[in-house]
């Protein structure tokens, strides 16, 4: 999937990052501190104090996330608490935020809902405008790319720095991709925000979450409305992603590799319409796979005649789960206008797993094809 030098070298890292912090007898995996309280004759000294404020199975993960983001990480209990910490960091009454029209709902529903009335003016955008979007006077623009479920992209340097130029704080939630396969924070985004819930912890048995930025004062904010929400990881839940992402990079070039020969295989199926990945060359996002985005991801859009076709073939197939959620080692696929997503109703988003391609691909098309 074609890694920089740079992206396998961090990779390789995060493997051994324990290593030189280990004495003789200690365990070379993360041991799952569960804890709420750590001995504490004396405030002065460093270490952990209490469980709301650290806890040494985070710090693992945190040490993994930051060698992949080349940045500080912070890490939640889940994608959306990573994300209400970057939003709430970031704003206050008065302020306006872009988020996208088209990107992932609960981001909206949240700033709709819960920002808004606090005084914050919320102006969706979808995602295919942010390039040409004016952003004088705002304060926060947030961008999801390729956006779930469209697979629609921005050009993070170009609307990053256009941003920056008006004054605006940028955040990226960066989940479709992860670290390995697109870089936010190098293309000028203050924050990244990520639900490792999806690929990084990738066996769909843990919520998680993370926050990067390289902004120390912006990070220290992030950390400080962890600590004052209470929104804090569990230490198993920690142990888990720490586990997951070991093998990111191993199953993310098996899914990657899958969805490409698939995205092909439906363009030209008979009962298969609009396909939307942005691996294939004639799709509307295809120029930002080898510039931005390492490869065109594993996700992929199609549709069939209406939401009876598509029920139908989720139902039959019996190697893609149908269950909402992307990222992890099951093929999955849903109808996303079952959620009142803005596609057709035939429209399906296919999270491609590690499943040996071939025989993946024999399921799906005679699941097309009944
Ligand atoms: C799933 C998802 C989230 C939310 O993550 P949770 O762990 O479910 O809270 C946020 N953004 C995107 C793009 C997602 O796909």
Not at 340 to 361: C, M, T
Request: aromatic share 6%.
């Amino acid at each position: 999937m074609s890694l920089t030098d740079e992206t396998a070298r961090r990779m390789a890292m995060l493997l051994h990052h324990r290593k030189a912090t280990l004495a003789q007898g200690d365990p070379v995996i993360p041991p799952i501190v569960a804890s709420a309280t750590f001995h504490l004759p004396s405030v002065q000294s460093g270490g952990q104090f209490y469980g709301r404020n650290g806890n040494p199975t985070w710090d693992a993960v945190e040490v993994q996330l930051s060698i992949l983001e080349d940045a500080e990480a912070v890490s939640f209990p889940s994608g959306m608490a990573a994300i209400s910490a970057a939003l709430f960091a970031t704003l206050k009454a008065g302020d306006r935020l872009v988020i996208p029209s088209d990107g992932y709902y609960v981001t909206r529903v949240l700033s709709e809902g819960f920002l808004k009335p606090l005084g914050i003016g919320v102006q969706p955008l979808p995602t295919a405008s942010y390039g040409t979007a004016d952003f004088t006077g705002v304060a926060v623009v947030y961008l999801e790319t390729p956006s779930n479920p469209g697979l629609d992209v921005v050009d993070i340097a170009t609307v990053a720095a256009r941003a920056k130029a008006a004054g605006a704080t940028v955040i990226a939630d960066n989940t479709t991709m992860t670290p390995l396969l697109q870089r936010p924070l190098d293309l000028g985004c203050d924050l990244v925000v990520a639900a490792d819930t999806k690929a990084p912890a990738g066996h769909s048995d843990v919520l998680f979450g993370h926050v990067a930025g390289r902004e120390p004062a912006l990070m220290q904010r992030v950390r400080d409305w962890r600590r004052m929400s209470g929104a804090i990881p569990g230490p198993f839940e920690a142990f888990l992603t720490h586990r997951g992402i070991e093998t990111l990079d191993v199953r993310l070039e098996r899914m990657c590799a899958s969805a490409a020969i698939i995205a092909e295989r439906l363009a030209a199926h008979a009962a298969v319409r609009n396909v939307r990945y942005p691996g294939l060359p004639g799709d509307p996002s295809h120029w930002a796979v080898g510039r931005q985005m390492a490869n065109g991801g594993f996700l992929i859009g199609f549709e069939l005649d209406d939401a009876g076709a598509a029920e139908g073939f989720l139902a039959r197939c019996p190697l893609v789960e149908q269950s909402t959620s992307f990222g992890g080692t099951h093929s999955a696929a849903e109808r996303r206008a079952r959620w009142g997503d803005a596609v057709a109703e035939g429209f399906i988003r296919l999270s491609v797993g590690v499943e040996p391609v071939d025989v993946l691909w024999q399921a799906i098309d005679t699941a097309l094809t009944a």
